[in-house]
């Protein structure tokens, strides 16, 4: 069985430029959740879609938003970066709703200069 | 924010020694789960244990949980050079989906 994919793996980009990342969950899996990891904030959690609808969403500014397809797969979108938008963001799938474990994908690394 | 506390924040040992990481947490949980990260690449999943379990094992692995004192510890035993690593407790709080919270991690280096 597949694992969770991202792409891209890598991406630079401008200071006021925007930024897709896009993420395929496992197989039958249907609750995507997205994280950033900066080494200053550690490893955060952005928000939680499960069958189209967001369920939870941290504390971050509204720049960040995310979608979640029919056939699961979920896109974020970071509109006018800036530089602390630097960071791994990291893609997580579940099989439930609540109560189950979280399978991450391999990240997208991006920087902002 | 940070939910939890991990303890240490770096281990150096040799291959063939135990491993002992601490991951201390703040709310009720529905369960805690051990992932290890290999230099800024994706988490792999190492184990889950509910909050009504007290241990489980996976195979060189052995997580205990202790709800009343809100912490949990991960032992590796028998280290190898492929463990070196750095591990994160995340929990899964009761009332919040899948939303993980997580802790700083521990920076693991097993020195062959």
């Known amino acids: 069985k597949a694992g969770v994919t991202q792409t891209p793996r890598y991406l630079i980009k401008t200071r006021g430029q925007q930024v897709t990342l896009s993420c395929s969950p496992i197989?039958?899996?249907?609750?995507v959740s997205w994280y950033q990891q900066t080494p200053g904030q550690g490893l955060q959690f952005l928000f939680e879609?499960?069958?189209?609808?967001?369920?939870n969403k941290g504390n971050f500014p509204g720049r960040f938003s995310g979608r979640q397809f029919s056939n699961s797969r979920s896109e974020m979108n970071v509109s006018t970066l800036e530089l602390g938008d630097s960071a791994l963001y990291l893609c997580?799938?579940?099989?439930?709703?609540?109560?189950?474990?979280?399978?991450f994908g391999q990240g997208t690394r991006l920087t902002v200069v | 924010s940070q939910q939890g506390e991990e303890d240490p924040q770096a281990l150096s040992i040799q291959e063939g020694e135990n491993a002992t990481m601490n991951c201390s947490y703040k709310?009720?949980?529905?369960?805690l789960q051990w992932y290890r990260q290999n230099s800024g690449r994706g988490l792999v999943h190492l184990i889950l244990?509910?909050?009504?379990?007290r241990e489980k094992h996976s195979g060189r692995l052995r997580v205990t949980l202790d709800t009343s004192k809100k912490s949990s510890s991960l032992l590796i035993t028998a280290s190898r050079a492929a463990d070196t690593a750095s591990y994160f407790c995340?929990?899964?709080?009761?009332?919040?989906?899948?939303?993980?919270?997580f802790g700083g991690g521990t920076r693991l280096m097993v020195k062959p």
């Open positions: 197989s039958g899996h249907r609750s």
């Open positions: 997580a799938s579940s099989l439930r709703v609540r109560d189950t474990e979280a399978f």
């Open positions: 995340a929990t899964d709080a009761e009332n919040a989906g899948n939303m993980l919270t």
């Open positions: 709310t009720s949980i529905n369960n």
């Open positions: 879609y499960f069958s189209e609808t967001q369920r």
């Open positions: 244990i509910r909050s009504n379990e």
